[in-house]
């Protein structure tokens, strides 16, 4: 793999730099328990938009038991997920969509590379492609294993209803 094919040539990173941990990230991201799907933000690049997570796997995931037995393999929903909370991350500590949450708006061209499984740091980066505030942002995103893209793709990302969702304002 050539470091060009890398949103962030993850040998320049310094992954003992943590720019914020678990704590830091629960002031931007609404996730917890099972779904807090990273442990540390360690590289931001506010002029590209762009940033690198990572989610240390372990043997106590919740989906190791099930998924599958005997053979653990990270669900990619699960990573999916975790590029969510990277790309979720940046939108809010940046207000790429203003103060709205952010969610799922949609998934392109994903592709699935390599398996990851628990004892694996699965690097999760993103950038952004294009943001029409407040209404869109979408970014390239790869999971990375060493120096392995196990996923990539993009990701859309829309601001969610959260009054309509909590009940606290009329519906249709």
Request: charged share 25%.
């Amino acid at each position: 793999m050539v470091a060009k094919d890398f949103i962030i040539d993850p040998d320049t990173i310094d992954f003992d730099r943590v720019i914020a941990d678990i704590h830091e990230i629960r002031k931007y991201n609404p996730q917890r328990f099972e779904m807090e799907q990273l442990t540390a933000i360690v590289h931001e690049d506010p002029e590209r938009v762009a940033c690198v997570g990572y989610k240390d796997i372990t043997h106590d995931e919740f989906w190791v038991r099930g998924h599958m037995p005997g053979m653990p393999l990270m669900p990619g929903v699960v990573m999916l997920e975790a590029v969510a909370q990277v790309c979720c991350y940046t939108s809010h500590k940046y207000k790429l969509l203003g103060d709205s949450m952010v969610g799922f708006g949609g998934l392109e061209e994903v592709r699935f590379r390599e398996p990851v499984v628990p004892g694996n740091r699965l690097i999760v980066m993103c950038e952004l492609l294009k943001l029409r505030k407040p209404y869109l942002l979408v970014c390239r995103f790869q999971g990375i294993v060493g120096r392995n893209i196990v996923v990539d793709g993009q990701l859309k990302g829309i601001p969610i209803p959260v009054d309509v969702l909590k009940g606290n304002a009329p519906t249709r």
